[in-house]
């Protein structure tokens, strides 16, 4: 089971949907770090589901214990282990699913990877409740991060095919960032934030479920982080975005668009600014060869639809061997992207912060 990542610091996630928690261990938190709690239970609510009629009605508060490495408001430099409760589940709406795998989850693969011991019961350890323990951990490397005068935050660029204003990939400012997370829905214009509603509530309505874009900004990086090639920024950001069971798409700066332009228009002109080297665009999204440059880390990662809808489908039996239909039951979102934007985030945030923790430019 893949559960563990990193280097200078390891985290270790566990749990189940329909178990008696999920959570999280960190090892490798230096000792002395004070702690914002309320800062982390206004992270972990951004996640929450039930919030509105555009979430899961399902009724966890996604409240945590921190049941070690954590002492008079410090951390103690021991493993920091925080446990998330599963208060809210109805695993009956999941007896069906025993040998019915729903399509586009891992009911199938996981069938097949663990020999049918795998828990079933609301995907189990695929399911995206466990991001609820990246966003515990994102929170606490946002803080870190934020000390060292790092800022990191996004918006919801698109719902199906209502499209947000993109960052300003050059001028994007922290006080953005700041005003975006404060937003129950966090989009940079109304209007279209009104309309990517709509489009979700259509698909609700449908008993389908509509997929989107988030857009991220990690600010005043230092320029000089990152490797070349298996640990380049990119590499690392990615890693971990993919482990966000909904991420299907990555791409930075321009992105895909970059196969539109010509050399003369995708390369990022330098100049000198106070003495601080930048560069007029930022088609490159604030990397190059794998280090950073010094403008800010624009990415944006694709979530697909959710793959719980209402709708009828088709699928097998796979003790009867024969193909079946399958209508799933239970609370699930018609759209997953507005409560995947703070996961989104805080692995990111934990990317940059084992990119600095084992990188040079820390001393510089």
């Known amino acids: 089971m893949g559960g563990v990542w990193g280097s200078s610091i390891k985290y270790s996630i566990f749990g189940e949907s329909h178990g008696r928690a999920v959570g999280i261990v960190i090892d490798g938190l230096p000792a002395g770090i004070k ?18 009629d555009i979430s899961s009605a399902r009724g ?11 002492y008079n408001g410090v951390t103690t430099g021991a493993p920091l282990c925080a ?51 990246i966003v515990f951990a994102g929170a ?32 994007v400012s922290c006080r953005i960032l700041d005003e975006l997370r404060k937003k129950d829905f966090p989009v940079l214009d109304e209007d279209k934030g009104r309309d990517m509603k709509n489009v979700i509530m259509n698909a609700k309505e449908g008993l389908d479920s509509v997929g989107g874009i988030v857009e991220v900004a990690v600010l005043d990086m230092p320029a000089g982080v990152g490797n070349p090639f ?47 080297v930048r560069t007029y665009t930022n088609n490159n999204g ?48 018609p759209c997953i992207v507005p409560r995947a934007l703070p996961a989104v985030e805080s692995a990111a945030a934990m990317a940059v912060l084992e990119l600095l923790g084992s990188g040079t430019a820390l001393n510089k």
């Open 35 to 52: 702690l914002d709690i309320g800062f982390i239970k206004c992270e972990m609510s951004r996640r929450a589901p039930a919030r509105n």
């Open 60 to 70: 966890e508060i996604d409240d945590f214990e921190i049941i070690s490495g954590y």
């Open 83 to 133: 446990i998330i409760p599963n208060i809210d589940v109805h695993s009956q709406d999941y007896d069906e699913l025993k040998n019915k795998p729903r399509p586009g989850h891992a009911d199938y693969t996981g069938f097949v990877k663990y020999s049918g011991y795998n828990d079933y019961r609301g995907g189990g350890h695929f399911s995206g409740r466990l991001t609820s323990a």
């Open 140 to 171: 606490i490397a946002k803080q870190i991060l934020k000390t060292r005068g790092i800022t990191i935050g996004g918006h919801i660029l698109k719902i199906g095919k209502v499209q947000d204003s993109c960052f300003d990939m050059v001028n």
């Open 230 to 276: 298996f640990d380049s920024v990119e590499s690392m950001i990615s890693h971990l975005l993919f482990s966000i069971p909904a991420v299907k798409g990555v791409e930075f700066g321009a992105g895909f668009d970059l196969a539109d332009m010509n050399g003369s228009k995708a390369n990022d002109e330098f100049y000198i600014n106070g003495g601080r």
């Open 286 to 333: 604030g990397i190059l060869g794998g280090i950073t440059d010094g403008m800010p880390i624009i990415f944006r990662a694709v979530i697909k639809p959710t793959s719980s809808i209402g709708l009828m489908e088709r699928t097998v039996d796979l003790e009867k061997k024969e193909n079946t239909q399958i209508k799933i039951k239970g609370r699930h979102d």
